[in-house]
């Protein structure tokens, strides 16, 4: 039972560390050796537990992203609204808070792109992405009318992108506000924040009256 415990010890200090060297260098920017220094166990225990760098690079995607495709996916099975939106935001801001490492680590993945790259779209873009826009596009197909009519990818990768960036710009932020952006009556803000820039971006502007005035120019000029 010790030596069970010991293994599974092992491999979660092995994925902290890889995760937050990953975060900082990227995948080919990262040795083994420096990975299991910073675990604090031999370089073989590394190999033991995962058998290639390859294989520890897809278990740190893995392990960092399951939390995130949960809740999205628990997100998008139920009804959307204002409530559910702020509980997810609130949730995704208090993981990300929580692991720092993990959204500079999925920024890195980006950035980083190529081969290695494809190994988080796989991870990220299938599950959690592509599921989003279908569900916006599903509700947009209802034709209701209070919808407005934008890009379902366009919107869920500006959303995300906003999400991740927030909590990897730490020190502007600070500068910016002049305090910690990351305590919970700040964190509580920026999820107001999105959620009504969110909902706004949703919503279909109604015709302004210059703008209606236009239209009926230009339709009378033709």
Known sequence: MARQVDLQGNR????????????????????IQEIADLAGVHKTTVLYQFGTKEALHEAVLDHALEPVVTLTHDFLAGEFNRERLSWHLDQLQRYLADHPSIPRLMMRELLEGGEYGDAYLERFVKPVYLPAIRRIEEVQAQGDSRIADFDPAL?????????MSYFCHGALLERLM????????????????LVEQNLALQRRRAATPSAATGADDRRGSG
Request: glycine share 12%; no cysteine.
């Open 12 to 31: 979660g200090a092995i994925l902290d560390a890889a995760t937050e060297l990953f975060a900082r260098r990227g995948f080919g920017g990262v040795a």
């Open 155 to 163: 919107f869920v990768h500006d959303v995300y992108v906003q999400i």
């Open 178 to 193: 002049g305090s910690d952006p990351y305590t919970v009556d700040a964190l509580i803000t920026r999820r107001n924040h």
